[in-house]
């Protein structure tokens, strides 16, 4: 591998706001180019060395991060357009893609701006209490060993598992705005992946109520943007599906028991 040339430097716009009711603007950093770098390492250099392009010393950039290794999804944010998380997002890549620079930096647009790129996902969290996004486990006392699940239905919920709530699917889907109540890819998918856990699905009839309610899957346009853009490769209009066909049985039993 050729050693990037410490003297070389590339653009960074980012896209500042002071809080979600305050007027954005943008502010371009130069940056040199160091070996391994990623989003996080371009925004620790912006925040030791806080000065535009034309010499104006400003407050560091403010962003979220936790594991640094794609897995809690606080780092998400719109890069070069595409939302993703800035600590997997290497700068030769999104150098190549913007042929050459800059890179842009925007926080994501369907949640709250806290501040820069930092913004609030807490929508998605509650989203995941609104659907009982758990297994009910009743007491800490052992309860034995619990219901058996085939492979097959291992396999199929553990890729719905990976789901690490970091919002691109919520970024990219055209149903899911910042003034509507659509749960959205994300908590849909978790509800199915619960309804389908042996234990989880004692929840079952109380998740799909809130999915039959208003902001559920009936919300979904099934455009798939969710799909193209989830990191974690989540079958999410499978799961959308699948939940779907659950509220229609659903639905026919309440119809004729009226529980
Ligand atoms: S299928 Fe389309 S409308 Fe439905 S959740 Fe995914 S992106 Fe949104
Ligand atoms: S479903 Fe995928 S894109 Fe959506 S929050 Fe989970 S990991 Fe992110
Ligand atoms: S810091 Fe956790 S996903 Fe990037």
């Known amino acids: 591998m050729i050693a990037p040339n410490p003297?070389?430097?590339?653009?960074?716009?980012?896209?500042?706001?002071?809080?979600?009711?305050?007027?954005?603007?943008?502010?371009?950093?130069?940056?040199?180019v160091r070996p391994s770098?990623?989003?996080?390492?371009?925004l620790q250099y912006i925040a030791a060395n806080p000065t535009t392009t034309d010499g104006k010393d400003v407050e560091p950039v403010?962003?979220?991060?936790?594991?640094?290794?794609?897995?809690?999804?606080?780092?998400t944010m719109v890069i070069n357009g595409r939302a993703r998380q800035s600590c997997s997002a290497l700068v030769p890549e999104l150098l190549?893609?913007?042929?050459?620079?800059?890179?842009?930096?925007?926080?994501?647009?369907?949640?709250?701006?806290?501040r820069d790129l930092f913004v609030d996902r807490q929508r998605m969290?509650?989203?995941?209490?609104?659907?009982?996004?758990?297994?009910?486990?009743?007491?800490?006392?052992?309860?034995g060993a619990g219901p058996t699940e085939s492979p097959e239905k291992q396999e199929e919920r553990y890729a719905i598992s990976r789901c690490?709530?970091?919002?691109?699917?919520?970024?990219?889907?055209?149903?899911f705005?910042?003034?509507n109540d659509f749960l959205g890819a994300q908590a849909i998918a978790q509800a199915y992946y619960f309804n389908e856990h042996e234990t989880g699905k004692k929840l079952k009839k109380e998740r799909l109520d809130v999915l039959m309610g208003p902001g559920g899957v009936s919300d979904c346009g099934n455009a798939q943007n969710c799909v193209q853009v989830c990191p974690k490769e989540i079958p999410l209009t499978e799961a959308i599906g699948k939940a779907g066909r659950q509220l229609t049985?659903?639905?026919?039993?309440?119809?004729?028991?009226?529980?």
């Open 37 to 42: 770098q990623n989003v996080i390492s371009v």
């Open 164 to 175: 690490m709530t970091c919002g691109c699917c919520l970024e990219a889907c055209p149903q």
């Open 125 to 143: 969290f509650d989203n995941l209490i609104k659907v009982k996004g758990w297994v009910p486990i009743d007491g800490t006392h052992s309860l």
């Open 177 to 179: 705005t910042k003034d």
């Open 96 to 114: 190549a893609e913007a042929n050459g620079g800059p890179i842009t930096l925007e926080p994501m647009t369907k949640f709250p701006v806290v």
């Open 62 to 75: 403010v962003w979220d991060a936790g594991c640094l290794e794609e897995v809690c999804g606080a780092c």
């Open 7 to 32: 003297d070389q430097k590339f653009l960074v716009r980012v896209k500042r706001q002071d809080g979600e009711s305050q007027p954005a603007y943008w502010q371009e950093f130069e940056v040199p």
């Open 249 to 259: 049985v659903h639905a026919v039993k309440k119809f004729f028991t009226g529980s």
